[in-house]
């Protein structure tokens, strides 16, 4: 740069501008370096036992986690041996109910059933007797024609084919001269007496004879009747 001067000299004045001086930087960051790896040795070791003791709770701990859960798999089996148990005596419980429930059923069906056989036999011993009835004197009739050497011929065909059919039907006759005296069963017309042959009253003669539908008796025999002495 040139400067004029008063007395009209140029004169050559050099300016110097002045730098300021950098920062080693360099060097601080090898100085950061160096203490870095000037690291003193006893805070590793110092760290390794924190490590270790870190470790050895650990495993404690995962012990202690390993015997609580074997605890709790033996408290499970246990308790579900328990249950089980339990549901075996309610399996049990039940069973024995339902099987008293089946016997009482079906010892009430077998009660129905006698009931029911009973009730259909009664029924048509009564429609047997109602139809029946009538005809006892009938045969009454055919009785005391067959007495007097009555029935012959045609009329013996009808009267023994009629007293085949009510038989097959369930009517029976009874009362013989000798049968003991059965107030149910016998009507007595008469007594005739003593008889030294009978130990108790006896049927000495026959007027008519009864018939009887299964145990019911439709008419009662009219009889004679003997004491003993």
Do not use: C
């Amino acid at each position: 740069m040139t400067k004029r001067r008063p007395g009209g000299a140029d004169e050559a004045v050099e300016e110097t501008t002045s730098e300021a001086p950098q920062p080693e930087t360099d060097h601080i960051e090898e100085s950061t370096e160096d203490a870095e790896v000037d690291a003193p040795e006893g805070d590793t070791s110092d760290s390794d036992d924190a490590a270790e003791e870190e470790a050895s709770v650990e495993e404690a701990e995962d012990e202690a986690d390993e015997e609580a859960v074997e605890e709790d798999v033996v408290i499970e089996d246990d308790s579900e041996l328990d249950f089980m148990g339990d549901a075996a005596d309610e399996v049990d419980k039940r069973v024995a109910e339902l099987t008293t429930d089946l016997q009482r059923l079906q010892a009430e069906y077998i009660n129905y059933k006698k009931r029911v056989d009973r009730d259909r036999e009664l029924v048509s011993q009564n429609a047997t007797y109602k139809v029946l009835t009538p005809i006892v004197e009938v045969l009454d009739t055919i009785d005391r024609a067959r007495e007097h050497g009555e029935v012959e011929g045609g009329f013996k065909a009808v009267a023994d084919q009629l007293e085949k059919i009510v038989t097959n039907l369930g009517l029976k006759k009874f009362g013989e001269p000798g049968d003991v005296f059965d107030p149910n069963r016998h009507e007595a017309l008469s007594h005739m007496g003593t008889d030294p042959e009978v130990e108790e009253t006896s049927v000495k003669l026959v007027a008519k004879a009864g018939y009887t539908i299964g145990d019911r008796v439709v008419r009662a025999a009219q009889v004679l009747v003997v004491d003993p002495e």
